[in-house]
T-cell receptor, first 109, second 114 residues
Framework: GQNIDQPTEMTATEGAIVQINCTYQTSGFNGLFWYQQHAGEAPTFLSYNVLDGLEEKGRFSSFLSRSKGYSYLLLKELQMKDSASYLCAVTDPTDKLIFGTGTRLQVFP | EPEVTQTPSHQVTQMGQEVILRCVPISNHLYFYWYRQILGQKVEFLVSFYNNEISEKSEIFDDQFSVERPDGSNFTLKIRSTKLEDSAMYFC????????????FGDGTRLSIL
């Protein structure tokens, strides 16, 4: 079966660091992707991991442990505009994206 | 930066009618996808398309759905005889041909079935 779990909601303060966790159990695995989605808008690609380890992209970093079925997205120097849903998604060998329900992040001043 | 474009942005249709949702993928991309997102729920895969044929389809993608690439730029999703439960945001996505490139999404079409 396919199962991707993320916390439903998180809150953080402007300027802080937040870590959004994702665990997955899928019948196949090619890569793990993180997308940002503002309400009513399209998912926007942030980062992806194929191999274990940390990928850094400016204020955003993503980590993957394939043996543990675990990933996290790290957001540094939070800004108000980072308030959005963050979607964890896995691609299987058939290439489709399997999404989690998303984590709604609220950033407060 | 090149982007995926979708039209219309919002479509309101009576139940039982046919709708066609249109997408123009990024020009050098070869892999195309449709996803949908019912309000408040997660993004769900519908269908993938490569080399002028369906690569994979989900259980949602039943006989009322079809996809077509009628020319070199457009990629369409047709829903025949729409149902109330087809109301959702429909996203088109495309990606390049290198292995494990990310899929890039269009802004979506909000489909409302009355």
């Amino acid at each position: 079966g396919q199962n991707i779990d993320q916390p439903t909601e998180m809150t953080a303060t402007e300027g802080a660091i937040v870590q959004i966790n994702c665990t997955y159990q899928t019948s196949g695995f090619n890569g793990l992707f993180w997308y940002q989605q503002h309400a009513g808008e399209a998912p926007t690609f942030l980062s992806y991991n194929v191999l274990d380890g940390l990928e850094e992209k400016g204020r955003f970093s993503s980590f993957l442990s394939r043996s543990k079925g675990y990933s996290y997205l790290l957001l540094k120097e939070l800004q108000m505009k980072d308030s959005a849903s963050y979607l964890c998604a896995v691609t299987d060998p058939t290439d489709k994206l399997i999404f989690g329900t998303g984590t709604r992040l609220q950033v407060f001043p | 930066e090149p982007e995926v474009t979708q039209t219309p942005s919002h479509q309101v249709t009576q139940m039982g009618q046919e709708v066609i949702l249109r997408c123009v993928p990024i020009s050098n991309h070869l892999y195309f996808y449709w996803y949908r997102q019912i309000l408040g729920q997660k993004v769900e895969f519908l269908v993938s398309f490569y080399n002028n044929e369906i690569s994979e389809k989900s259980e949602i993608f039943d006989d009322q759905f079809s996809v077509e690439r009628p020319d070199g730029s457009n990629f369409t999703l047709k829903i025949r005889s729409t149902k109330l439960e087809d109301s959702a945001m429909y996203f088109c996505a495309s990606r390049g041909d290198r292995v494990l490139q990310p899929q890039h999404f269009g802004d979506g079409t909000r489909l409302s079935i009355l």
